[in-house]
């Protein structure tokens, strides 16, 4: 039944489409909509990914749908920056990361028993994460004084994405080369009921177009709605827009942790984390050169702090190997108490 109603449910994103461009509807009944329309989608891509999983192993199936599912984060980044809203881009970075840390493995490890975890392949990403907050501070810091949106800092801007991208790459064809070496090496074979890995692929691409798609509209009709909840910009773009953008690989990292896959979860809100990190946030530092105005990397205290706290936190969880309702549960506060700092730390 569940089931049933869920591929129902995908016919909400045309009808999000024709509320939005066709009836012209009000903000909120845009915005309402559209979140109710990401939840089938969430559900069809974590569908896929483990599907594809089922060829590729974890790890790989982990970065598929990390992929996948920040295409939405990317395409609403380059958006924000074309409207001049670099402070939504970076909260919306800031809270992307902050969530899929926080809220994502929280509610993953909340939904499943006592599960190994893949330690190695996730302090790597956590590692990664950490480094990029850390080079982060060199655009952030200049900018706590004066504009943080000036041209120098744009400048600067620069090496600091090149190097965070260059490690990301890195980063990912080792992980994804030792993914597939433990894969092969387990001589796990797929069932006979899965979907082929092309199919999988293209039902995953299918999946973010239309995720895509829903997320631009709902961003479109968040001004509205914010300002009838009464709420800050930058709350708005670290919460409500992280969060929307990151529907996919939320939704489907849970998903799939209840089907007791935990180390795919795992890998999907971590390998997200860290993508968003050094592959979505300095892409869209360098390509803000061609849609303009440039966008800085210059973030503010309570948004590093956040970033270097939420990666302590799963630090401390990952390093054991195991992962339980109890730790679940303690990202879940965490994770509560980062929003309310963004809630009274108000606009830049």
């Not at 790890?59 to 980044?77: C, D, K, V, Y």
């Not at 074979?189 to 239309?210: C, D, R, V």
Request: hydrophobic share 55%; aromatic share 8%.
């Amino acid at each position: 039944m569940a089931r049933k109603i869920l591929v129902a449910g995908l016919a909400l994103a045309p009808l999000a489409a024709i509320l939005r461009w066709v009836v012209d509807a009000g903000d909120v009944t845009v915005f309402c909509f559209s979140a109710l329309a990401l939840v089938p989608l969430a559900w069809l891509i974590g569908d896929a990914t483990e599907q594809a999983a089922e060829h590729t192993g974890a790890g790989i199936g982990g970065f598929l749908n990390a992929s996948f599912g920040n295409a939405p984060e990317l395409i609403i980044a380059l958006f924000a920056v074309g409207d001049r809203l670099p402070d939504v881009v970076r909260g919306s970075i800031t809270g992307s990361i902050v969530s899929n840390l926080l809220l994502v493995l929280g509610f993953a490890l909340v939904a499943t028993e006592k599960e190994d975890l893949d330690r190695v392949s996730l302090t790597s990403y956590l590692g990664l994460v950490g480094l990029g907050a850390l080079l982060f501070l060199v655009p952030s810091v200049p900018g706590w004084h004066g504009n943080p949106d000036r041209h120098t800092l744009a400048v600067a801007t620069i090496p600091v994405a090149a190097v965070l991208l260059l490690l990301y790459l890195g980063q990912t064809h080792f992980n994804l080369r030792r993914h597939r070496r433990r894969h092969r090496a387990s001589g796990f074979k797929p069932s006979a009921l899965s979907w082929s890995l092309p199919h999988a692929l293209l039902i995953l691409a299918l999946a973010t177009g239309l995720t895509a798609m829903v997320s631009e509209i709902l961003v479109h009709s968040l001004e509205g709605f914010a300002k009838s909840a009464g709420l800050s910009r930058f709350f708005v773009s670290a919460v409500i827009v992280a969060i929307v953008g990151n529907a996919a690989e939320h939704g489907g990292a849970i998903v799939i942790a209840r089907r007791g896959k935990i180390r795919l979860a795992s890998e999907i809100a971590i390998s997200s984390a860290a993508q968003v990190a050094l592959f979505v946030a300095p892409l869209v530092a360098l390509l803000s050169f061609v849609v303009r105005p440039p966008l800085t990397l210059a973030f503010r205290p309570v948004e590093l702090a956040s970033i270097a706290g939420a990666v302590l936190i799963v630090g401390l969880i990952v390093r054991d190997q195991k992962g339980t309702r109890r730790e679940g549960v303690i990202l879940l506060i965490a994770y509560a108490g980062m929003v309310i700092a963004y809630y009274f730390s108000g606009n830049r």
